[in-house]
């Protein structure tokens, strides 16, 4: 199963670009401003597509502690560096505003994104307490603002969180599905980094067939062959950076070992 935009290409691997932490928040860098946030994610994009990722996705993963309703400052900022970076885009990219869909959706609409990854159903006890999304009301913003082209990728177990729907996970994707419209399913593990349970990840992918299933946490060249044996495709961010760290640049050699060994697998 492969999305529209990315035409045939099979098992698809959508690349993390972690941009740094935004106005607003704790660990915003104020001299550098701006022009450091576009600099470091330019950088880190000119390194994923030369090593043949096929999308890339912007995340604000350093606005830690996360939120979940976006402040208009660090909204403004994200749109304005994907804004300021688009013109060396050559492949599609998605938004990702932790842990807002609103936020996402409405960052994703007037930036051109083909894509918006985020938590859109279910309860969760979390890292910030309570979690509860809107899931109609992000979806009811993507048409009203003319984007239903826009794809709405669903992590369907949240990271730094665990779910109070005592639901079997293939059950909760499935009824993501059916009744939330989901375009697509991402299957997380505990936290950043870390890999999905390969046992939820089977189930997901046997249980959900009409819409790709994508494994959205953890994935490394060690583990995507057998990841990919199953789903559609994989997010990754952590493996592409330097010694593995989350937080560190991304490493083009790394980014390159990993498409050979996909390159093979497709």
Same mark, same amino acid.
């Given at each position: 199963?492969?999305?529209?935009?990315?035409?045939?290409?099979?098992?698809?691997?959508?690349?993390?670009?972690?941009?740094?932490?935004? $106005?607003?928040?704790?660990?915003?860098?104020? #001299?550098?401003?701006?022009?450091?946030? !576009?600099?470091?994610?330019?950088?880190?994009?000119? #390194?994923?597509?030369?090593?043949?990722?096929?999308?890339?996705?912007?995340?604000?993963?350093?606005?830690?502690?996360?939120?979940?309703?976006?402040?208009?400052?660090?909204?403004?900022?994200?749109?304005?560096?994907?804004?300021?970076?688009?013109?060396?885009?050559?492949? $599609?990219?998605?938004?990702?505003?932790?842990?807002?869909? !609103?936020?996402?959706?409405?960052?994703?609409?007037?930036?051109?994104?083909?894509?918006?990854?985020?938590?859109?159903?279910? +309860?969760?006890?979390?890292?910030?307490?309570?979690?509860?999304?809107?899931?109609?009301?992000?979806?009811?913003?993507?048409?009203?603002?003319?984007?239903?082209?826009?794809?709405?990728?669903?992590?369907?177990?949240?990271?730094?969180?665990?779910?109070?729907?005592?639901?079997?996970?293939?059950?909760?994707?499935?009824?993501?599905?059916?009744?939330?419209?989901?375009?697509?399913?991402?299957?997380?593990?505990?936290?950043?980094?870390?890999?999905?349970?390969?046992?939820?990840?089977?189930?997901?992918?046997?249980?959900?067939?009409?819409?790709? +299933?994508?494994?959205?946490?953890?994935?490394?060249?060690?583990?995507?062959?057998? !990841?990919?044996?199953?789903?559609?495709?994989?997010?990754?961010?952590?493996?592409?950076?330097?010694?593995?760290?989350?937080?560190?640049?991304?490493?083009?050699?790394? +980014?390159?070992?990993?498409?050979?060994?996909?390159?093979?697998?497709?």
């Amino acid at each position: 199963m492969v999305f529209d935009f990315f035409g045939d290409k099979k098992k698809v691997v959508i690349s993390m670009s972690h941009i740094g932490a935004l $106005p607003g928040s704790p660990l915003y860098d104020a #001299k550098g401003g701006l022009n450091k946030l !576009i600099d470091d994610a330019l950088a880190d994009v000119e #390194k994923l597509q030369a090593g043949g990722v096929d999308a890339i996705m912007f995340g604000n993963e350093n606005d830690r502690p996360y939120v979940f309703k976006g402040a208009p400052s660090g909204i403004a900022a994200m749109s304005a560096i994907i804004q300021a970076i688009k013109p060396e885009l050559k492949v $599609p990219f998605g938004v990702n505003y932790l842990w807002d869909p !609103i936020a996402s959706v409405s960052i994703g609409a007037v930036t051109g994104a083909s894509f918006v990854r985020e938590i859109f159903t279910g +309860v969760f006890a979390s890292d910030m307490g309570i979690w509860e999304p809107n899931c109609a009301e992000a979806s009811r913003l993507r048409h009203n603002l003319g984007r239903d082209d826009m794809k709405l990728l669903f992590n369907i177990n949240a990271e730094f969180a665990h779910s109070l729907d005592q639901r079997p996970i293939e059950l909760r994707a499935k009824s993501a599905v059916f009744s939330s419209l989901a375009d697509a399913i991402l299957v997380s593990g505990p936290i950043t980094g870390e890999p999905a349970d390969a046992s939820n990840l089977r189930k997901v992918c046997e249980t959900v067939t009409s819409v790709p +299933v994508f494994a959205n946490t953890g994935v490394n060249i060690d583990n995507v062959t057998d !990841i990919l044996n199953h789903a559609s495709g994989v997010v990754i961010g952590t493996h592409f950076k330097v010694d593995g760290y989350t937080w560190n640049a991304v490493d083009a050699d790394r +980014v390159k070992r990993f498409m050979d060994v996909v390159s093979r697998l497709r």
